[in-house]
């Protein structure tokens, strides 16, 4: 079958709004298993395009894509091979060009995934690099001579395990991975890759896209020195980046990433944007020390990246109502004018409904707490569905990552699994041939279309609190205080241009009630939730929020 219309056309050119990302609400899609549309099992442009409908009907202003480049598929698109088109498995750079004016016609701004720390070792510049010391590529790559017996340079070490560092026969000489040991890092300190980089960042912004997710923004450059990183105490070591079985997480990774040189990178790519009215950029920041200072850093002045996402909320730690607070006020007390990205699961973690044991009541409630913080938020395929992880057998696990650490970390396969559409399919009409990763069949009652259909489905749910949030420029673009936190329950105030929005939420299976801050406060119907007030005290059911507003309404 064939999703793809030809009749597409580019729409009309669309009011532009400099500032639309500032608050947005961003879906992302990945597109391996969003929705296959010529039965090979592997989800493609084509596939998207049929379903940009129930993305514009949850209420998001933004799609972001993980990486549709030509790659070998080893790391599934992170391992670039070619940046300027797309792989044939999802298509042709025309079904990406018929992609973006669908978006655009739907109201959806389109961002993609640029991958600029590393390449595939297939790709034609490391190709060349690493055929002599002395070519026009040769220093496009971070090189290094072993050290006098013949081990690797320094002690960094790889993401995906291992050291960071892999031998090269033809160069007789190390090469730098921070992740698979065929995706090199690129030397950003190289003048001319800056400049190929940002000629490609430039390549797809004429072409249409209006912002791109920034993969490991904070691994673009290294110490030039190579000095080893210090050891971290065992105390300080925590599994927010990697996960506990993985020895990088007893590093204090100074050297490898985290550069002061970044900065000043980053201020020319944010330059490359600012000739593209109202294009944006949202950075991956990986980082278990200095995550929040870091967003801090890069989305600060005006004149790096726009907004930054760390894994403060996509971590294994519980979300309770006294972490939120921790989390939200450090952040405030050190990004300054710069703004966060925030985010519950993503195509890296295990999806949170299963990460923090939710019940479908908690999974509603954690939604309505997300869409009330201040920041951009991202929400990513099949949360709106309320999915959980997915159990994937070893012998058909495709994840290198889980491969590598199985059975103690299974690897990022469970959160990858293919969207259920309908119920009534094994597929889950998600493929007419065989999925690439297995449909969970738990999923299949979670159909997208079967919720559409049910009032009191989490999808439904989903859309009512999007909708919520977009009637509110408090939600977007107001300030935020922490009014009250424990364990259990959170309460914040939201507050622009004279309204003020209270946010309640009990984070437990009890009932609770909690006092009104001084005002007139009107309950408001932000979506199906039973908590009631008397003016001065809310009484809040187990996994129920209040929301109330004062000022103008």
């Not at 009749?7 to 298993?33: E, F, H, L, T």
């Not at 932000?526 to 929301?547: M, Y």
Request: glycine share 8%; proline share 6%.
């Amino acid at each position: 079958m064939s999703f793809l219309d030809p009749s597409v056309q580019d729409s009309p050119a669309q009011d532009v709004d400099p500032d639309w990302w500032r608050g947005a609400v961003i879906y992302q899609i990945y597109p391996r298993s969003y929705q296959d549309s010529n039965g090979d099992g592997v989800g493609d442009l084509a596939g998207i395009i049929h379903r940009l409908p129930h993305i514009a009907d949850l209420g998001a202003d933004a799609i972001w894509i993980s990486p549709f480049f030509r790659s070998p598929m080893l790391d599934f698109g992170y391992d670039v091979s070619d940046y300027r088109d797309v792989d044939p498995l999802f298509g042709t750079l025309g079904d990406f060009d018929a992609l973006i004016a669908r978006a655009h016609e739907l109201g959806l701004k389109v961002l993609i995934d640029l991958v600029m720390s590393h390449t595939s070792d297939q790709h034609p510049w490391f190709k060349e690099s690493r055929a002599s010391r002395d070519n026009a590529k040769a220093d496009w790559y971070v090189w290094a001579d072993a050290k006098p017996d013949g081990s690797p340079p320094n002690n960094w070490l790889s993401i995906f395990g291992g050291p960071a560092w892999e031998w090269d026969g033809e160069r007789m000489q190390y090469y730098l991975h921070n992740f698979l040991r065929e995706q090199p890092d690129l030397n950003l300190h190289n003048p001319h890759v800056q400049r190929e980089l940002l000629d490609m960042t430039r390549f797809w912004l004429e072409r249409g896209v209006d912002g791109f997710r920034l993969d490991t923004i904070n691994f673009y450059f290294h110490d030039p020195d190579l000095r080893d990183n210090p050891a971290l105490s065992a105390e300080d070591r925590n599994d927010t980046i990697a996960p506990s079985v993985n020895p990088y997480n007893w590093q204090d990774h100074l050297y490898d990433k985290n550069r002061p040189e970044n900065l000043e990178f980053l201020k020319k790519f944010r330059a490359v944007l600012d000739e593209f009215p109202a294009a944006t950029s949202v950075g991956e920041v990986g980082d278990a020390q200095r995550g929040t200072e870091i967003q801090a850093e890069y989305t600060s002045g005006g004149d790096k990246v726009h907004m930054c996402y760390g894994f403060e909320f996509l971590s294994p730690k519980p979300l309770t109502g006294s972490r939120v607070k921790q989390v939200l006020e450090h952040y405030e007390s050190v990004v300054g004018d710069g703004w966060a990205c925030w985010a519950f699961s993503n195509h890296d973690v295990v999806r949170h409904v299963s990460r923090w044991n939710l019940t479908e009541d908690a999974a509603q409630l954690y939604a309505a707490l997300l869409l009330s913080l201040r920041g951009t938020v991202c929400l990513y395929q099949g949360e709106e569905l309320g999915l959980t992880e997915a159990y994937v057998a070893f012998e058909e696990l495709q994840d290198p990552y889980g491969i590598r650490f199985w059975p103690k970390f299974k690897g990022r396969d469970g959160c990858r699994t293919p969207i259920p559409w309908v119920q009534d399919n094994h597929n889950g009409g998600f493929t007419e041939g065989k999925p690439w990763l297995p449909v969970a069949m738990e999923h299949l009652n979670r159909a997208a279309m079967t919720q559409a259909a049910d009032p009191d489905s989490i999808l439904n749910f989903y859309r009512a609190m999007l909708a919520y949030r977009k009637s509110h420029a408090a939600f977007a673009k107001g300030s935020l205080s922490v009014v009250e936190a424990r364990d259990d329950y959170v309460s914040l105030i939201r507050e622009h241009e004279g309204t003020h929005l209270f946010c309640a939420f009990n984070l437990s299976d009890s009932e609770q009630t909690a006092r009104l801050p001084e005002g007139d406060w009107h309950h408001e119907n932000a979506a199906p939730f039973t908590s009631t007030h008397d003016g001065r005290e809310i009484t809040l059911p187990p996994w129920q929020a209040w929301f109330g507003h004062r000022g103008v309404a």
